[in-house]
C-alpha cells in the first residue's frame, strides 16, 4: 500500500514529528528549514501539510500544491491562510484552536497581578536601577475586587474560575452564552455593558470580529471607574490603542497588561513609552506544554486527514466544489449569510434555528441547514466554528436545528427562510438567487424588501407615519453618515421596516440616536 505523504513547513515541537514518524502508513519530511522557494517545489508531492504563521498558504502556494488534500495549521489563527482558495481546489483546512487554552488563562492572571502590584516595575528598579524603594510600588489587591470578564468562552469562564479563587466577584458578559455558564461556576452575569465599565478590573476573551473591534474605546474609559485596570490576552484591536494611550497617560486607566497588538511585532508602538502597562510579546501561547499539545494535535489530525479518516476542526467543506451542482452554491452561501445576518440583527444567546426551503432547493436542506448553523454561530465564535463541528457545537449549547421543505407557494421557484429564536427576540429572513447568482434577501418577519447582503446596514423598525424616512434621514446626515441605498417595506399591521446601507460603520451612538425616534420599534446594525 502506498503511503501517504506529510510535509511539515514549520517548526514544531519534537513530540509532533516523533508521532508522525511511529505511523508506518505516513513518510514525511520536515521541511521547516527550507528556504520558501525550496518548499513550493516541493508541495507537489504531499498530501497534508502541516503549517504555523512563517508559511503563508497563499495562491501561490495552493497552486504548487497539486496532490495537497489537506493544511494544517498548528494553532488557532488562520490569517495566513487563503482558505477561499484551499475550498476551490478540494484543500481542506484544520486548525488547533484549544491546545494553548491553559497558557492564555495563566497569562491573562499573570498580567492581572501584574496590573495589580506593579511587579515588571518593581523588579526593574530593584534589578537595573538598583534602586530600593518599597514605599513607591504600593499596589492592590485581587480579593474583593470586581472582575469584568468581555466573552465567557474557553477561555474567558477559565480566568474566571481563577479569579474566583482569588475571592474576586466575577461578572460575566458574553450576549452568546447560557447565563448558566456563568452562574453555575459562581459567577455573576450580566447583559449590561455598563456593570462591566463600572468594575475594578477588566480582562476581554473574545473573537476579533466586527462587533468586537474596538470595543473598548475612548467613550467607554470614560465611563469606568478612576484607577481602573485593563487586560488583553485575547485579540490586538479589542481595547482602541489610541484610548488606551490616553487612558493611561491621564491614569485614568491605573495600569494595563497587555499581550497582543494592533500591528505585531509592535516594537515601536506608544503604548511601550508608558510606565503604567506591562507588556509581552504575543505569549498567549509560548508554554512547553501549550507548544507540546499543539504540536502533538497538528500531527494526529495531520495523520487522519491523509488517511482520510476525518478532519477534525475543519474550516472549510470537506469536498471539493466541483462535486456540487452549480445552481446550490449560491444557496449555500446565501444560508450562511442569513444566519449571520439574522444573528447580527438579533443579538442574544441562540435558543433555536430552523430553516424552510421551498422548491428544487429543498433537496439539500441538509446542508443549507449546517450552512446556516454555522453563519449564525460565526458572530459569536468567529474561526470556531465550522462546518464539521458546527452541529456539535449547537448541542452543546442546546440550540435546536430544525429544517423543514415546505410547498412552493411562493413566487420564486426556490426560496429558503431561516427563523432565529434568541433569549431577547425571534426573527425571520428570507432569501433567494436570482439569475443563478444574484443573492438577494426578499423579507424580514414577513415584510417583503429586496436588497443584497451585502456591506453595512442599518434596519429600523417603526410604526408606519408620515415623516419617520426625514428624521431617519436627517439624523444620519448629522451623524456625516452617507446614505449609499435606502430599501422600505411595509406590512398590513402598520409597521414599516428600513434597510439604510450606508458607506462608513455606524456607531452605538448613532443608533442610540435613531432608536429615540418616537415611532422607532427597533433598530439594529448588521454588516457583511
Not at 432547493?361 to 453563519?375: N, Q, R
Not at 429600523?460 to 426625514?470: H, T, Y
Request: aromatic share 6%; with cysteine.
Amino acid at each position: 500500500m502506498q503511503k501517504k505523504r506529510i510535509i511539515v513547513c514549520d517548526a514544531i515541537h519534537q513530540k509532533g514529528l516523533d508521532i508522525l514518524a511511529e505511523n508506518q502508513d505516513i513518510d514525511f519530511i520536515d521541511a521547516s528549514k527550507e528556504p520558501k522557494d525550496k518548499l513550493l517545489e516541493l508541495m507537489a508531492d504531499y498530501d497534508v501539510a502541516i503549517t504555523r504563521s512563517s508559511t503563508d498558504v497563499d495562491q501561490k502556494f495552493i497552486d504548487a500544491s497539486t496532490s495537497l488534500k489537506a493544511v494544517v495549521r498548528a494553532g488557532v489563527g488562520v490569517d495566513n491562510v487563503n482558505i477561499d482558495g484551499c475550498s476551490k481546489n478540494g484543500i481542506i483546512v484544520m486548525n488547533v484552536p484549544t491546545a494553548n487554552t491553559i497558557a492564555a488563562v495563566e497569562l491573562t492572571m499573570a498580567h492581572m497581578l501584574s496590573c495589580a502590584r506593579s511587579f515588571p516595575n518593581a523588579n526593574n528598579h530593584l534589578k537595573y536601577d538598583r534602586i530600593w524603594k518599597r514605599e513607591k510600588w504600593y499596589g492592590i489587591e485581587l480579593k474583593d475586587k470586581k472582575l469584568g470578564v468581555i466573552g465567557f468562552g474557553n477561555i474567558g469562564s477559565r480566568v474566571g474560575k481563577r479569579a474566583l479563587a482569588f475571592e474576586m466577584d466575577v461578572i460575566a458578559y458574553d450576549p452568546y452564552i447560557d447565563p448558566s455558564k456563568a452562574t453555575d461556576v459562581g459567577a455573576k452575569y450580566t447583559k449590561d455593558f455598563a456593570d462591566i465599565l463600572a468594575c475594578d478590573f477588566i480582562t476581554i476573551h473574545t473573537p476579533k470580529n466586527a462587533e468586537t473591534i474596538d470595543i473598548i474605546g475612548a467613550a467607554e474609559i470614560a465611563k469606568m471607574k478612576d484607577g481602573v485596570r485593563l487586560i488583553n490576552c485575547a485579540r490586538g484591536g479589542l481595547y482602541n490603542e489610541d484610548a488606551l494611550y490616553e487612558g493611561l497617560k491621564s491614569e485614568k486607566v491605573a495600569y494595563a497588561g497587555i499581550d497582543v497588538f494592533i500591528s505585531e511585532p509592535a516594537i515601536d508602538n506608544k503604548l511601550l513609552d508608558l510606565e503604567n502597562i506591562s507588556v509581552t510579546p504575543h505569549l498567549g501561547a509560548n508554554t512547553k506544554e501549550s507548544q507540546e499539545k499543539i504540536a502533538e494535535q497538528a500531527a494526529e489530525q495531520a495523520i487522519n486527514a491523509a488517511r482520510g479518516t476525518s478532519y477534525p476542526n475543519a474550516l472549510n467543506l470537506p469536498f471539493k466544489e466541483s462535486d456540487m451542482p452549480d445552481s446550490v452554491k449560491p444557496y449555500l452561501e446565501l444560508a450562511q449569510k442569513i444566519g449571520y445576518l439574522a444573528a447580527q440583527i438579533n443579538v442574544g444567546y441562540i435558543k433555536s434555528l430552523k430553516i424552510e426551503a421551498e422548491g428544487d432547493i429543498a433537496e439539500y436542506l441538509s446542508s443549507l441547514t449546517t450552512f446556516a448553523l454555522v453563519g449564525s454561530l460565526k458572530e459569536s465564535l468567529g474561526e470556531k466554528i465550522n462546518y464539521v463541528n458546527a452541529e456539535f457545537v449547537a448541542k452543546e449549547k442546546s440550540i435546536d436545528v430544525s429544517g423543514e421543505k415546505v410547498s412552493n407557494l411562493s413566487e420564486y421557484k426556490n426560496k429558503i427562510k431561516i427563523k432565529l429564536t434568541t433569549d431577547s427576540d425571534t426573527i425571520m429572513i428570507g432569501g433567494t438567487v436570482f439569475s443563478d447568482t444574484i443573492e438577494k434577501i426578499v423579507s424580514i418577519n414577513d415584510i417583503k424588501l429586496d436588497f443584497k447582503p451585502k456591506g453595512k446596514m442599518i434596519f429600523f423598525s417603526n410604526q408606519d407615519k408620515p415623516g419617520v424616512i426625514a428624521k431617519i434621514s436627517t439624523i444620519m446626515s448629522e451623524a456625516n453618515i452617507n446614505i449609499a441605498d435606502f430599501r422600505l417595506g411595509r406590512d398590513s399591521h402598520g409597521e414599516a421596516l428600513a434597510v439604510v446601507l450606508t458607506d462608513e460603520a455606524v456607531s452605538k451612538e448613532l443608533l442610540s440616536t435613531l432608536k429615540s425616534i418616537e415611532e422607532c420599534n427597533w433598530v439594529s446594525y448588521a454588516s457583511i
